[in-house]
């Protein structure tokens, strides 16, 4: 089971963090993915991050202005979003997949949190 929580009103130029907490099955056996979906549009991958921690990977869209980190023993994965604009406003999701190396595509995700949305004002 996946919480997402975080999400907010903010800013242009702002930040937030968006935490998700997993409960259930080891946690450390999931990659982890950040995905977002905004009103009328697909959901969109947004960040990824290795079981361990050690490889992050962004979307074009964020990449420099969004983190995506892990803490294992707490079994918890976040989004630190700067210099937000309002283009990023939509729910945000967190994910987990069991796939050997890791993905980009909903598809590739087997388990979701409820989603928690960002809004960012202009």
């Known amino acids: 089971q996946l919480q997402a929580s975080g999400g907010g009103l903010v800013q242009a130029g702002g930040s937030l963090r968006l935490s998700c907490a997993a409960s259930?099955?080891?946690?450390?056996?999931?990659?982890m993915g950040w995905f977002r979906q905004a009103p009328g549009k697909e959901r969109e991958f947004v960040a990824a991050?290795?079981?361990?921690?050690?490889?992050?990977y962004y979307s074009d869209s964020v990449k420099g202005r969004f983190t995506i980190s892990r803490d294992n023993a707490k079994n918890t994965v976040y989004l630190h979003m700067n210099s937000l604009k309002p283009e990023d406003t939509a729910v945000y999701y967190c994910?987990?997949?069991?796939?050997?190396?890791?993905?980009?595509?909903?598809?590739?995700?087997?388990?979701w949190g409820q989603g928690t949305q960002v809004t960012v004002s202009s």
């Open positions: 259930g099955r080891t946690f450390t056996i999931y990659h």
């Open positions: 991050i290795d079981w361990s921690g050690s490889r992050t």
């Open positions: 994910a987990a997949s069991e796939t050997i190396a890791v993905v980009f595509t909903v598809e590739g995700y087997a388990y």
